[in-house]
């Protein structure tokens, strides 16, 4: 059985993974500032923490919360932020909150939970990127400052697996594609993905249990379509 947080985990591909892991009998940190859908599921394994990970505050919360249950094997970075706006309309506001949830909130996460991990097994940081954060593919206006922070965040994974490349940590960046979410529904209004929340998650959750033995630092496409 391996412990999994799980941010962003109140719906869509979060929620889902949530289930999955629970279903494959793992237990489950799961972080959200809205849980009323988390709480909906009984199941003794699943550990939910209201927190919101932007603030020192929600942070320190998820950090009493693992440490409660002494050590992590696997996390999912996978809250994240959105706006769809032209470049020039984009407030100093709101590129400030994109950033704070997809980069600036990961890279504290992680000074926090880092030492829980790696303890007992081979752990596993897996950081929820995007295609549009991802070198080389077709880029949509409206998302400069999403995809400008998904950059930042896979360019972090491929750091942190260099400073920890001694340690008993992997870490590795999926840069996902059009999946059935809310986020994409916000970024391409009236699209149908060819990919449903469950579908992605069920990737994931293989993705997080086993890739981190052969591969580390990498940002990984994963996509049928973009969008």
Known sequence: MKTVLITGASGGIGLEL???FLQNDHRVIAVSRAVENIKSIQNDRLIVVKADITTEEGRTG??????EAGSID??????????????????????????????????HLLQSLLPFMGTSSKG????????????????????????????A?????????????EKNI???????????????????PGYKPPVSAEEMASFIMDFSLKSHYFINGKVIPVSLSTP
């Open 74 to 107: 696997v996390l999912i970075n996978n809250a994240g932020a959105i706006v769809n706006k032209p470049f020039s309309d984009i407030s100093p506001a709101e590129l400030e909150t994109v950033y704070r949830a997809n980069v600036f909130a990961p890279f």
């Open 62 to 67: 998820i950090t009493k919360a693992v440490k």
């Open 124 to 151: 596993h940081v897996v950081n929820i990127g995007s295609m549009g954060g991802f070198q080389g593919t077709a880029k949509f206006a409206g998302l400069t400052a999403y995809s400008s922070s998904k950059f």
């Open 18 to 20: 949530v289930k999955l």
């Open 170 to 188: 992997a870490f590795n960046c999926l840069a996902l594609g059009a999946a059935q979410t809310k986020m994409v529904e916000e970024a391409f």
């Open 153 to 165: 965040l896979a360019g972090l994974t491929e750091i942190l697996a260099e400073e920890f490349k």
